[in-house]
């Protein structure tokens, strides 16, 4: 009899994370696999699973505008809860840190269902950066029964915190699963936006979205825009608009009159990867795309103050800036103007989130888990 998995995702970057996972399941005749998708993203999420050709099995549509974390809180747990019921899976798969996952994680230990946790492990010692991201994974790989670490690192973190040992495995990050196929099978395009920049045009691409860069720390991000634009005529950015109101109206207040900013909606997943390798430089605050750029050897200046991924700072691509407006001038100015600099931040750089296959290992160890039920689910952790 085949074992029924539910694998929940709620918005674009767990889509994307998991499809290669959801993919590398369905092909083994000895998994029912169930897609459960939240809705904390409703359109982005939609794009990110039908690029895969994944379509969701279940849907709850919790998304509104301007929705706070109570309410996806509190829907996720009772809506996934429901699901859980109905369909009594032998295992519940989440990613990474959203509030979907820890809903999702809450409402299976409240059945008593495993859980297997991919991207377990990462940690930034700071409960308030990200936010509310620190919390849903400590709490996640808390009630967690298996753990995906995508590092060593991230390995060792779950150690320090007593995880068994037995139930950690290091698979390298499922984002470079899709990166790589989305790479070698020439997927995507470039916005029509772009289709009157000369290739020889540096182009800074940006991502700012994060909770803790809402306010003031955005208005620092726009400012230093600003001026690198004025010291460097030649340069364009291409600012792909995060649907959230209180990031685009920001964005749009202080840069919407430049004739070099460039905006575009959303980027479905393929475009958005070719718009990352069109780019110079990369500023973000996202994680996946510090993973993304160290696999693309692209640098990329993280707008964070703290990094849950060393890794893309240590042996990657990545440069950790904050949202101070000097610093992110400074920083990307000496990119700009040095290429001695550039090419040795991007030679460093031998891509330490893995090689494409971690959806493979993440299968066999979910395979050897029912074949052993080996694991005794002791506490600390």
């Known amino acids: 009899m085949s074992r ?51 379509k969701a099995d279940v849907n709850l549509h919790i998304m509104k505008d301007r929705q706070t974390l109570d309410h996806i809180t509190s829907l996720v747990l009772t809506g996934t809860g429901k699901v859980f019921d109905k369909e009594h899976p032998d295992m519940v798969l989440v990613h990474g840190d959203t509030t979907t996952t820890l809903g999702a994680t809450l409402s299976a230990f409240y059945r008593k269902i495993p859980v297997g946790h991919i991207e377990a492990g990462l940690r930034s010692w700071n409960l308030d950066q990200p936010f509310p991201e620190e919390a849903n994974r400590v709490i996640t790989d808390r009630l967690s029964t298996l753990w995906f670490a995508p ?49 020889e045009v540096p182009l800074i691409l940006v991502t700012a979205h994060r909770r803790e ?10 400012e230093a825009l600003s001026e690198i634009l004025a010291s460097v005529p030649e340069i364009y950015v291409l600012i792909p608009l995060h649907k959230n109101p209180t990031v685009r109206d920001v964005i749009r207040k202080h840069l919407g009159q430049h004739e070099r900013v460039i905006f575009t909606e959303p980027l479905e997943y393929p475009d958005f990867v070719q ?15 510090q993973e993304e750029a160290s696999f693309l050897r692209k640098p990329v200046l993280i707008m964070r103050n703290l990094s849950e991924r060393p890794e893309a700072i240590h042996s990657g691509t990545g440069v950790l800036v904050g949202t101070n407006k000097d610093r992110i001038v400074t920083e990307t100015l000496r990119l700009l103007s040095s290429r001695k600099d550039y090419d040795k931040l991007v030679g460093k750089s031998n891509n330490p989130f893995g090689d494409g296959k971690a959806s493979q290992r993440i299968l066999k160890y979910i395979d050897d888990f029912f074949k052993k039920r080996k694991y005794s689910l002791k506490y600390p952790l």
């Open 151 to 199: 590092t060593q690192g991230a390995k060792q973190n779950l150690l320090q915190e007593g995880a068994d040992e037995n139930r950690i495995f290091v698979t390298g990050n499922t984002v470079i699963d899709s990166l790589s196929r989305t790479v070698e099978q020439h997927k995507g395009s470039l916005p029509e936006e772009l289709s009157g920049l000369q290739q």
């Open 275 to 289: 718009v990352m390798n069109r780019s110079y430089i990369i500023l973000s605050d996202s994680g996946g795309v």
């Open 4 to 54: 029924k998995i539910v694998c929940v995702v709620g918005t674009r970057p767990e889509a994307i994370k998991m499809a290669p996972v959801i993919l590398e399941l369905r092909n083994n005749k000895e998994y029912n696999i169930l897609v459960l998708a939240t809705g904390q993203h409703s359109d982005m999420l939609d794009q990110a699973l039908s690029f895969f050709d994944i």
């Open 213 to 222: 860069s809402w306010g003031q720390p955005l208005v620092n991000i726009c």
